[in-house]
T-cell receptor, first 114, second 114 residues
Framework: AQSVTQLGSHVSVSEGALVLLRCNYS??????LFWYVQYPNQGLQLLLK??????LVKGINGFEAEFKKSETSFHLTKPSAHMSDAAEYFC????????????FGDGTTLTVKP | DAGITQSPRYKITETGRQVTLMCHQT?????MFWYRQDLGHGLRLIYY???????DKGEVPDGYVVSRSKTENFPLTLESATRSQTSVYFC?????????????FGSGTRLTVV
């Protein structure tokens, strides 16, 4: 079984401030973890992924995430928010026994204030 | 242009009518998925397919039917639409069983049942 919990359905930051979006997972097998971004009226786009290589993963648009097994977390960060980062972000978990299925969190809406 | 194409982008239908949402991918990915996105529920898996002629139920399959006679197409049919099926529907594909490269999503179909 696998599940994802995203802490905070809405996060608001000022432009230039640190972005931190939280994700905790539960998985009975070694997980593969993903962050996706969704802009209004669009599909989801892969930001980054962890698949058992380096625990610090860098993605597109300056985002990165760190896999912490002891904390079962995979938080998404960006040092300096930009107005264009405003979107909804989804954390997802998969695993090699799940026939390709990913389980998604409920999403976090990021607002960036000027 | 390569990718996943969903059609239509917007659809309004009446309660009780049958409606089919189309999904076409150009990569020959083995795995395909249908999710629905609702406020407060994130993405929930409706059906998935591991290959042509192999489909299985996801988390919320009731009222939906799928088929996959060709690798590139994965249509979703609502047999008798209900208002609770008003949602945004996303089709996705994956190259590997473990989704090692993440999912590729279509742009979605916004369905309204009146």
């Amino acid at each position: 079984a696998q599940s994802v919990t995203q802490l905070g359905s809405h996060v608001s930051v000022s432009e230039g401030a640190l972005v931190l979006l939280r994700c905790n997972y539960s998985s009975s097998v070694p997980p593969y973890l993903f962050w996706y971004v969704q802009y209004p009226n669009q599909g989801l786009q892969l930001l980054l992924k962890y698949t058992s290589a380096a625990t610090l993963v860098k993605g597109i648009n300056g985002f990165e995430a760190e896999f912490k097994k002891s904390e079962t977390s995979f938080h998404l960060t960006k040092p300096s928010a930009h107005m264009s980062d405003a979107a909804e972000y989804f954390c997802a978990v998969s695993g090699y026994t799940n026939a390709g299925k990913s389980t998604f969190g409920d999403g976090t809406t990021l607002t960036v204030k000027p | 242009d390569a990718g996943i194409t969903q059609s239509p982008r917007y659809k309004i239908t009446e309660t009780g009518r049958q409606v089919t949402l189309m999904c076409h991918q150009t990569w020959s990915h083995s795995y395909m998925f249908w999710y629905r996105q609702d406020l407060g529920h994130g993405l929930r898996l409706i059906y998935y397919s591991a290959a042509a002629d192999i489909t299985d139920k996801g988390e919320v399959p009731d009222g939906y039917v799928v088929s996959r006679s060709k690798t590139e197409n994965f249509p979703l049919t609502l047999e008798s639409a209900t208002r609770s099926q008003t949602s945004v529907y996303f089709c996705a594909s994956s190259e590997t069983q473990q989704a090692l490269y993440g999912y590729t999503f279509g742009s979605g179909t916004r369905l309204t049942v009146v």
